[in-house]
């Protein structure tokens, strides 16, 4: 995998971790370095993690698809994109949300859904046979600088930023989707 696409995958996935960051930012009165540390550390380990997991679970099943694995990748990828962009186009009602979502079940949580697509790029990346170690790393930092900088930004700048993030994320992981399945054809 060429460093130009893992890190096209790393920033789509980064982009759901950024734009919940950008809304914790929007909605917490006040944001101390515990904030930034807990949401970022999280939410890169997670998108970490699930690469792995998807990993291992794909490579049990490679030697049975591996003549449709780049399909089953673009099927991955475009569901995830089109539900990425789907929820973004979605209104959000809730508004500001009370308590802390960087404590506790709510970061348990945010973290696994911010971090399930990664599961699917794990399955895609054993399909593909390729390893999965280094692009877990790098989706992990990405994920963790896009959380900082979603942190931040959250608190400068209005929530509605968040789902056109969301948006572009989706149309890249869409995209990689197509490259793969072209790439195979050729």
């Known amino acids: 995998m060429n460093n130009w696409l893992l890190s096209g995958i790393a920033v789509a996935l980064a982009m759901d971790?950024?734009?919940?960051a950008l809304g914790v930012g929007v909605s917490l009165p006040t944001l101390t370095r515990r904030h930034y540390f807990r949401l970022s550390f999280h939410f890169g380990l997670f998108q970490a993690l699930m690469p792995m997991i998807g990993w291992f679970a794909g490579r049990s099943v490679r030697q049975y698809i591996v003549d449709y694995d780049h399909w089953i990748a673009l099927t991955l990828l475009a569901l995830i994109g089109g539900h990425m962009i789907f929820a973004a186009l979605q209104t959000d009602?809730?508004?500001?949300?009370?308590?802390?979502?960087?404590?506790?079940?709510?970061?348990?949580l945010l973290s696994i859904a911010t971090s399930i697509d990664a599961l699917a790029i794990g399955v895609s990346l054993a399909m593909l046979n390729v390893s999965v170690w280094f692009p877990a790393l790098i989706i992990g930092l990405v994920a963790?600088?896009?959380?900082l900088a979603g942190l931040r930004i959250g608190r400068?700048?209005?929530?509605?930023?968040?789902?056109?993030?969301e948006i572009?994320?989706?149309?890249i992981l869409i995209l990689i989707g197509i490259k793969i399945v072209w790439e195979h054809t050729l």
Do not use: M
Not at 17 to 20: D, G, M, P, T
Not at 156 to 165: E, K
Not at 168 to 171: E, F, R, S, T, Y
């Open 156 to 165: 400068q700048i209005s929530a509605i930023w968040g789902s056109r993030v």
């Open 168 to 171: 572009i994320g989706g149309l």
């Open 17 to 20: 971790a950024f734009a919940v």
């Open 144 to 147: 963790s600088a896009f959380t």
């Open 93 to 108: 009602q809730n508004g500001r949300k009370e308590g802390d979502p960087t404590r506790g079940y709510s970061l348990v």
